[in-house]
T-cell receptor
Framework: LAKTTQPISMDSYEGQEVNITCSHN???????ITWYQQFPSQGPRFIIQ???TKVTNEVASLFIPADRKSSTLSLPRVSLSDTAVYYC?????????????FGTGTRLLVSP | NAGVTQTPKFRVLKTGQSMTLLCAQD?????MYWYRQDPGMGLRLIHY???????AKGEVPDGYNVSRLKKQNFLLGLESAAPSQTSVYFC??????????????FGPGTRLLVL
């Protein structure tokens, strides 16, 4: 089971770039890395997913080094509305849904 | 397209009472999940379903039962509620892209308080 480790919390200011790193030392060959965002009183929302190297979408970028033992979610120019909890997940559908484990996440606070 | 909806939004139960939480999705997804989230914690998987008529246990299944009689609905039942089941319950559904990439879509949650 590929367990993930993230910082419990991070603080930033509006307009800054935020990088949240997730450690997953036991990641398996078939595992994908997925990040979700959760606002208070809402369900998590998919942000980005990747397998290796770099993935970018309209919301964020995901950097995955060659050994895939960690990944970094990058949020460019954050705003107050980016204050949320961010979860890093590692899992492979083909080996069992139980392996899609949400950790405690990283609580990001963006200040003016 | 409503996505994933959950009923009810909030419920108070007494210990020993039973109830059913309903999850509905209109995206024709094969996979559906029930999670619980306790204060300050991440989500924990209770049960899941890989298709109509199938269910399986997740990480914390004890005290819960589920049914998936229709593809669009996934029901979570509590036969005899306990205070330890006070939590926020999230339903999710997903589809698989290509070789295994998966995106889960979550409902708004049901807050359950067991006294």
């Amino acid at each position: 089971l590929a367990k993930t480790t993230q910082p419990i919390s991070m603080d930033s200011y509006e307009g800054q770039e935020v990088n949240i790193t997730c450690s997953h030392n036991n990641i398996a060959t078939n595992d994908y890395i997925t990040w979700y965002q959760q606002f208070p009183s809402q369900g998590p929302r998919f942000i980005i997913q990747g397998y290796k190297t770099k993935v970018t979408n309209e919301v964020a970028s995901l950097f995955i080094p060659a050994d895939r033992k960690s990944s970094t979610l990058s949020l460019p120019r954050v705003s107050l509305s980016d204050t949320a909890v961010y979860y890093c997940l590692v899992g492979d559908r083909n080996t069992g849904f139980q392996k899609l484990v949400f950790g405690t996440g990283t609580r990001l606070l963006v200040s003016p | 397209n409503a996505g994933v909806t959950q009923t009810p939004k909030f419920r108070v139960l007494k210990t020993g009472q039973s109830m059913t939480l309903l999850c509905a999705q209109d995206m024709n997804h094969e996979y559906m999940y029930w999670y619980r989230q306790d204060p300050g914690m991440g989500l924990r998987l209770i049960h899941y379903s890989v298709g109509e008529g199938t269910t399986a246990k997740g990480e914390v299944p004890d005290g819960y039962n589920v049914s998936r009689l229709k593809k669009q609905n996934f029901l979570l039942g509590l036969e005899s509620a306990a205070p330890s089941q006070t939590s926020v319950y999230f339903c999710a559904s997903s589809y698989i892209i290509g070789t295994g990439k998966e995106t889960q879509y979550f409902g708004p949650g049901t807050r359950l308080l067991v006294l």
